[in-house]
């Protein structure tokens, strides 16, 4: 008798524990559920006016409206590009140019360092594979390389370029303050 009752008793105390482990549950699931509804905000539709019409972009130009604006005006786009060969050439500006302390300087120019011997390795690469390329293909290369090889001279001109400024930062102070009252010789 005591043993049925034992066993009873761990039938009922097991069945509860269930009952109350899956009304938990329950109760967990219920809550994510509702507390996902209530992050979700009703979706509402933009209605657009006259006033908003200024701050909408232009729409980029297609294909077709490009050929019809470079085919109306190719008189123009002709002299143009004869000013343009006669202007000098622009050097582009560089990201470390201006350093404002010798440490920055020396940052800027072991950066520079870094980045033409990645140059020359990428220019190495490119002769290796100019000369194994199929005779359809080294055209192409061969410009890659001649625009890669103006843009390591350029990148060569800001170092030199960045160590004359560190060479003049490192001067005295008053020498600088000299050679401010003096003007520059030309």
Same mark, same amino acid.
């Given at each position: 008798?005591?043993?049925?009752?034992?066993?009873?008793?761990?039938?009922?105390?097991?069945?509860?524990? *269930?009952?109350?482990?899956?009304? &938990? =549950?329950?109760?967990?699931? @219920? +809550? %994510?559920?509702?507390?996902?509804? !209530?992050?979700?905000?009703?979706?509402?539709?933009?209605?657009?006016?006259?006033?908003?019409?200024?701050?909408?972009?232009?729409?980029?130009?297609?294909?077709?409206?490009?050929?019809?604006?470079?085919? *109306?005006?190719?008189?123009?786009? &002709? =002299?143009?590009?004869?000013? @343009? +060969? %006669?202007?000098?050439?622009?050097? !582009?500006?560089?990201?470390?140019?201006?350093?404002?302390?010798?440490?920055?300087?020396?940052?800027?120019?072991?950066?520079?360092?870094?980045?033409?011997?990645?140059?020359?390795?990428?220019?190495?690469?490119?002769?290796?594979?100019?000369?194994? =390329?199929?005779?359809?293909?080294?055209?192409?290369?061969?410009?890659?390389?001649?625009?890669?090889?103006?843009?390591?001279?350029?990148?060569?001109?800001?170092?030199?370029?960045?160590?004359?400024?560190?060479?003049?930062?490192?001067?005295?102070?008053?020498?600088?303050?000299?050679?401010?009252?003096?003007?520059?010789?030309?």
């Amino acid at each position: 008798m005591k043993m049925k009752n034992t066993i009873v008793i761990s039938a009922i105390l097991a069945s509860a524990t *269930a009952l109350g482990l899956s009304s &938990a =549950a329950v109760a967990q699931s @219920d +809550s %994510q559920k509702s507390a996902k509804q !209530r992050k979700q905000p009703p979706k509402t539709q933009k209605v657009w006016t006259n006033d908003d019409l200024g701050s909408v972009p232009a729409p980029a130009p297609t294909k077709q409206d490009q050929t019809v604006q470079s085919g *109306a005006s190719e008189q123009p786009a &002709a =002299a143009n590009q004869t000013a @343009d +060969s %006669q202007q000098p050439k622009v050097t !582009r500006t560089f990201a470390f140019t201006n350093p404002k302390t010798v440490e920055d300087a020396d940052k800027s120019i072991a950066w520079e360092n870094r980045d033409i011997q990645a140059q020359q390795e990428g220019l190495d690469k490119l002769r290796r594979q100019i000369a194994e =390329a199929p005779a359809d293909q080294k055209d192409r290369l061969t410009k890659l390389l001649e625009e890669r090889t103006q843009i390591l001279a350029d990148t060569r001109n800001e170092l030199k370029s960045l160590e004359n400024k560190k060479k003049d930062m490192q001067k005295p102070p008053a020498d600088n303050a000299s050679a401010a009252a003096e003007p520059p010789s030309q």
